[in-house]
């Protein structure tokens, strides 16, 4: 058994092998034309559009890998140093300090209120 969608039941229904085959909109034994070019502009080759921009600033990964790959049992998060600390500190007491707001928005939400 063979199905196609039909639009106008909008459900699954039986039908003939050709046209289970053949999906609504396109039509049977019409060769598929490519869409004519609007904007033909010419492809450069690598080799002519000219040098890349560099890049004036020093390679600093490899000093990146030393110093995030030290076996020096601190967390990767804490090993910037200091600002990493203090985003790191900033972070947990922004979040203590929320976690204790909804706390205190829940108990005064929870309240009956007084009339």
């Given at each position: ?14 039908t ?41 600033g ?25 600002p ?32």
């Amino acid at each position: 058994m063979y199905y196609k969608f039909s639009g106008f039941t909008q459900k699954l229904t039986g039908t003939a092998p050709a046209a289970a085959y053949n999906p609504q909109g396109l039509k049977v034994g019409m060769p598929a034309e490519s869409p004519t070019m609007i904007f033909a502009t010419p492809t450069k080759v690598v080799s002519e559009a000219g040098a890349p921009a560099e890049y004036m600033g020093a390679n600093r990964v490899p000093d990146f890998q030393k110093l995030f790959q030290k076996a020096d049992n601190v967390p990767v998060h804490l090993k910037g140093g200091y600002p990493d600390r203090l985003l790191y500190r900033t972070t947990m007491a922004l979040t203590i300090g929320g976690l204790a707001y909804c706390l205190v928005a829940l108990y005064i939400a929870a309240q009956p209120s007084r009339k």
